[in-house]
């Protein structure tokens, strides 16, 4: 019998490396997409099935974790044997801006999911993997973070995902739903959103090398976190919903480096070496060396990094590092990619792009580089 799952935010980073991961197990994948005013399954396209054919195994239908009503019905519809719910406002400076609307997509969302699948008497049937988040231990308790290391959530998108991470566990015990939490560290790709500190690092750098911006402006460099791959995580989400018994695993790397070190590496595979200068709000990066021919915009004494105090959070998680070792020993599982051989593929990868745009430019045409705002 082909295995169903459903995954909501299919259009996201983790929803499109997850359905392309589950078709190829072959899967019948069906996923949530919002309706937007463009186009926005940019991430999926590759793998969009034509309906009108029969047989397609990757089905997409409009919904929003706000709607009870629609949640319901796609459960209905498809009777899926797993739930991914990935689906989220998820990026943590924007839950500042809009906390209530964090809350109610990122943690009532879920818990609209996990009802609709009782009242549908589908709790023995359907598995329940729910995207749960190293920023649940912010002002970090212990170091590094492990299953039971005590939460305390810094910001409105971390509290919303506590009330996810509890009542998925809740769903757990008081139903004895195979409902489970992935407590993910951060993970990247190319595929990352551009607002996101690594993806806009390597394409604001890339666009700088090109010529198609001046300066990238970074919040706190300080910062430190365990990055991972994007394709490694989503293979874990998978296999926690194959156990015997329903269990929450933290999902790390268990190294962690600087978001200065980020922007050193990314400048690194364009052939720029850079000194970074200065201190607080005054700290800037410097071109120090060039090789190579990937960076024909710049020349030695370029200030190409600068800090601007739009980007702080009015609460910050200064450091995350994460303890997978409970994944290790019970799941076999192990990260693939390093986090170095991650940034020089999304180097590469924003490079190419920037070289068309650049190429486009000179031609006279109007290129979109705009890289406000996150
Ligand atoms: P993305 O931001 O790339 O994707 C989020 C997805 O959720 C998108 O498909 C988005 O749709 C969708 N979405 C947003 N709001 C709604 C809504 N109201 N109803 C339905 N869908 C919605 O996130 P990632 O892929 O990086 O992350 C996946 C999940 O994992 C998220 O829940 C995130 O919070 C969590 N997480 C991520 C980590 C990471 O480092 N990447 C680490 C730990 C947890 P649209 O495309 O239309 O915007
Ligand atoms: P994070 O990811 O908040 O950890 O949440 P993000 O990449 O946005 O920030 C990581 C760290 O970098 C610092 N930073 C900046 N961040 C952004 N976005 N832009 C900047 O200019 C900048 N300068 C410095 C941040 O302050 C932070 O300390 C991600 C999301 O995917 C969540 O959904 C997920 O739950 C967690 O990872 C684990």
Redesign the pocket.
């Known amino acids: 019998m082909t295995k169903k799952a459903l995954i ?8 499109s490396y997850l359905a392309e991961f589950l078709l190829e197990k072959g899967y019948e994948v069906h996923g ?3 309706r ?1 005013s463009l186009f ?1 399954t940019g991430r999926v396209d590759h793998i969009y099935q034509d309906p009108h054919v029969d047989n397609a195994n990757f089905k997409l239908h409009y ?4 709607d009870t009503s629609n949640l319901t019905r796609i459960l209905r519809e498809v009777e899926p044997d797993e739930v991914y719910n ?6 943590v400076a924007v839950s500042f801006e809009a906390p209530e609307y964090t809350a109610d ?2 943690g009532i ?1 879920t818990l609209r999911l996990l009802e609709a699948i009782r009242f549908l008497g589908l709790e023995k049937k359907t598995r329940f993997y729910q ?4 920023e649940l231990y912010g002002l970090v308790q212990e170091i590094p973070q492990r299953e039971t290391t005590p939460f305390y959530p810094r910001s409105p998108y971390a509290v919303a ?1 506590l009330y996810s991470y509890w009542i998925t566990v809740n769903y757990r015990e008081a139903y004895g739903m195979y409902a489970c939490n992935g407590i ?5 790709s190319p595929r ?2 551009e607002t996101f500190v690594t993806r806009k690092i390597t394409r604001g750098l890339a666009n700088i090398a090109q010529g198609l911006e001046p300066c990238l402006y970074m919040g706190n460099i300080d910062s430190l976190r365990d990055w991972g791959h ?1 394709k490694d995580y989503v293979r874990m989400q998978w296999m926690m919903l194959q156990q015997d018994a329903a269990e929450d695993f933290v999902i790390a790397t268990g190294v962690q480096y600087s978001v200065r070190e980020f922007i050193a590496w990314s400048a690194q595979e364009l052939g720029v070496t850079l000194e970074f200068t200065g201190s607080g709000t005054e700290e800037i990066a410097t071109v120090a060396a060039i090789e190579g021919d990937n960076a024909p915009a710049l020349k030695v004494g370029d200030v190409i990094m600068r800090i601007d105090p739009r980007y702080f959070r009015p609460a910050e998680v200064e450091t995350l590092l994460g303890d997978p070792a409970n994944a290790k020993q019970k799941l076999g599982w192990e990260p693939e990619i390093t986090v170095q051989e991650m940034c020089a593929e999304m180097v590469r990868e924003d490079l190419q792009v920037a070289k068309r745009h650049a190429l486009l430019k000179e031609h006279g045409m109007e290129v979109p580089v705009s890289v406000e705002n996150g």
């Open positions: 909501t935010g299919v259009t996201g980073q983790d929803g949530i997409k919002r937007a926005n919904g929003d974790l706000t990935l689906g989220a406002q998820s990026h997509v990122d969302g995207a749960s988040t190293s995902k993910l560290f951060n993970h990247e990352r959103g994007a």
